[in-house]
């Protein structure tokens, strides 16, 4: 989703990232490319779905086989303009999940979604960032994605997380992959159809709603909101939790929609991803 919120407490090379793209010096998806290179990530074109998808690898291969692949899903970046005329280029100018996934231990992959980052092939249309930018074709095509990270890094498991409009993404992509030992997300918008209607925002009436799925939830899973999160207020996640009672929510006091996950991350996650007993 449009973060639509001043960035705040986020290190420097978000600070860095974003007045550059002010400055007209790289686009959105040159500068991701850049920081992935910056910090070691090696980068992967795959064509395993319906859409081709870029993905950035951390590799570790003396823990690859004994532990998950944890995979990052980014926010919705910019699919509007001005909230009713799709972007040109949806690709998100703020990647939290980007910067959440540098700052994790062990094997991970960021997977870029289908028709952004500058991969336009001729069935990308609008739709498939706006109103159907959770829709099965793009589900199936990131599952698809995340099967061939898996294979590349040669893990038996894999995780999700996923932030904000990623964290919608992340359940949905679950629901379609094997081995899964365990979702996060944070400050997701779970119920997509009682978050637009809260904002006022145009229905995506072509896309998956998570509180709606009749698919089974066998892994642990575990979602993060900030108190102060005005994007995703509690109340819009309801009927998710009503749907799935078995998963694990907290609210972190003094955190909203972006402040402080990146900072904060290293001991976050290590509460998010412990198992209940």
């Not at 600070?15 to 850049?34: F, K, Q, T, Y």
Request: hydrophobic residues 40%; proline residues 8%; aromatic residues 6%.
């Amino acid at each position: 989703m449009s973060l639509g919120i001043a960035l705040k407490h986020v290190l420097a090379p978000l600070v860095i990232a974003g007045a550059a793209i002010i400055g007209g010096c790289a686009s959105p998806g040159e500068l991701l490319d850049r920081r992935a290179r910056a910090a070691g990530l090696e980068i992967v074109h795959v064509s395993s779905g319906e859409f081709p998808s870029l993905v950035y690898l951390k590799r570790n291969d003396r823990l690859a086989s004994a532990t998950a692949l944890t995979i990052f899903l980014e926010s919705d970046g910019l699919p509007w303009s001005d909230g009713r005329t799709p972007s040109a280029d949806p690709t998100t100018r703020q990647p939290l999940a980007l910067e959440l996934m540098i700052r994790s231990p062990g094997p991970a992959a960021y997977i870029t979604r289908p028709c952004y980052h500058g991969l336009r092939p001729e069935k990308c249309t609008v739709e498939l960032w706006t109103g159907a930018r959770y829709s099965p074709q793009i589900v199936e095509s990131m599952a698809a994605t995340a099967r061939e990270a898996q294979r590349q890094i040669g893990a038996a498991n894999v995780s999700l997380v996923g932030y904000s409009g990623g964290g919608a993404l992340a359940v949905l992509i679950a629901e379609r992959l094997e081995n899964v030992t365990s979702v996060v997300t944070v400050a997701a918008n779970l119920d997509t159809d009682a978050w637009t209607e809260h904002h006022g925002y145009l229905p995506m009436s072509q896309s998956l709603n998570p509180a709606l799925s009749e698919r089974p939830h066998p892994w642990p899973e575990f979602h993060l909101r900030g108190a102060n999160d005005s994007v995703v207020p509690a109340a819009t996640t309801a009927r998710y939790f009503s749907r799935y009672p078995e998963a694990r929510q907290r609210t972190v006091e003094g955190f909203d929609h972006v402040c402080c996950w990146v900072r904060e991350w290293p001991g976050i996650s290590e509460i998010a991803t412990a198992r209940a007993p």
